[in-house]
């Protein structure tokens, strides 16, 4: 199979799996058991916590381990209102200020506080799918206790000014800043302290670790509620039996990440010779930016409208598939049923083109002939 779905997941690399799997038999011990079984595995789950933290440029006491990236937006979304809550406040004076491109692990979090009471805004994203900093300032009061924006978006590669929208923010109150930045590891620099959020989430699966778990960093000094109760762990901030083995794997699969030049270098690569030869066919028409202001890892891309007109989304996927090659049209599958990208929506397409879009996201094992043979199977379905 040629896989070119990777901003939905990766291949566990050989490497990951090896350094796991140890913690799944013998070393099984609970970490927060104090004879030798357990130390050895609390000893063994800190090494993990420090390779997370120097990635980030960030202290192991801010890394929480979470499940992965949609329980770490909620986490930092629900535990921010739920301590303005616990302090006293009124959820009415609790503001949370995000973009319509968000994943939906940032829009429905939002979404559910809003119906507690809190009030949300939602800016607009360009063409492109790029927030403006400027739209972040301009709105923030007050009221204002959090700011979410995603670093990298999954469906179309837009690279968020994170750094930008946090200053801008930062000049006017002290709202917490939160970036997704699930899509951004492996592909580009994640560096927290240039990037000066409060909170940042991460998901193993997506840089070839393992399903199930991911991190939160927590810059020091900033409060949140548990989301998990139940236990002391994590420095009381998620109750619960630690993951040994899945958090081993995602220090590994950090481990194994090249420099963000080789990356650069390869994905770009990959890129190029993907615009390339769509260049030459002329029913497709970009979504992505393709240039230094979006991940070279994504592409999207849809079709003139006689060629929408006569093309199903899900057959789309099926043809490919039928062929070897695994991909996403850009649309979120919600209970079985096809739904328009909200990301494309968002950016200004149309229902159809939002509907009827391909998304190409490549991995560190993706090759030039995955390209070729995958634009050989596009002419032939079209």
Not at 131 to 142: G, K, L, M, Q, S
Not at 310 to 328: H, K, M, Q, V, Y
Not at 348 to 371: L, Q
Request: charged content about 20%; some cysteine.
């Amino acid at each position: 199979m040629i896989y070119l779905d990777n901003s939905a997941t990766t291949q566990l690399a050989p490497e990951v799996l090896e350094a796991m799997q140890p913690y799944f038999a013998g070393e099984f011990g609970n970490a927060s058991s104090v004879y030798t079984l357990g130390t050895r595995a609390r000893a063994r789950l800190e090494e993990a916590r420090e390779t997370i933290a120097r990635c980030l440029h960030a202290e192991p006491r801010e890394i929480v381990f979470t499940s992965g990236g949609t329980e770490s937006n909620n986490a930092a979304i629900q535990g921010a209102a739920f301590h303005h809550l616990l302090a006293g406040n009124a959820i009415a004076d609790f503001e949370i200020v995000t973009e319509k491109a968000e994943h939906h692990a940032v829009l429905q979090p939002t979404e559910f506080i809003e119906q507690l009471g809190a009030r949300a805004t939602y800016l607009d994203v360009d063409a492109s799918g790029h927030a403006n900093p400027e739209d972040f300032a301009r709105v923030i009061t007050n009221k204002s206790q959090f700011v979410s924006c995603m670093l990298v978006n999954n469906e179309v590669g837009a690279i968020n000014p994170i750094q930008e929208i946090t200053r801008r923010v930062k000049e006017r109150s002290s709202t917490l800043v939160h970036t997704d930045a699930v899509q951004a590891l492996g592909k580009i620099p994640v560096d927290v302290k240039e990037l000066g959020v409060d909170l940042l989430s991460l998901s193993a699966h997506k840089i070839h670790g393992p399903k199930g778990i991911g991190a939160l960093y927590i810059k020091s000094g900033v409060q949140l509620e548990p989301l998990m109760h139940g236990g002391a762990q994590e420095r009381n901030r998620r109750g619960g039996t630690e993951a040994v083995a899945l958090a081993i794997g995602f220090a590994e699969a950090i481990k194994l990440l090249p420099s963000p030049e080789i990356a650069s270098r390869h994905f770009t690569t990959l890129r190029k010779h993907l615009l390339d030869l769509l260049s030459q066919i002329p029913e497709v028409i970009l979504n992505s930016a393709t240039d230094d202001t979006s991940s070279a890892a994504i592409l999207s891309f849809s079709f003139v409208p006689e060629v929408l007109a006569r093309l199903e989304a899900e057959t789309l996927i099926i043809r490919f598939d039928l062929e070897g090659i695994a991909i996403s049209n850009g649309s979120a599958c919600t209970s079985g049923a096809m739904q328009p990208s909200h990301v494309l929506l968002a950016m200004g397409k149309d229902k159809e083109v939002a509907s009827k879009s391909v998304r190409v996201s490549f991995s560190r094992y993706t090759t030039v002939e995955d390209i070729d043979r995958f634009v050989a199977v596009l002419r032939g379905i079209l």
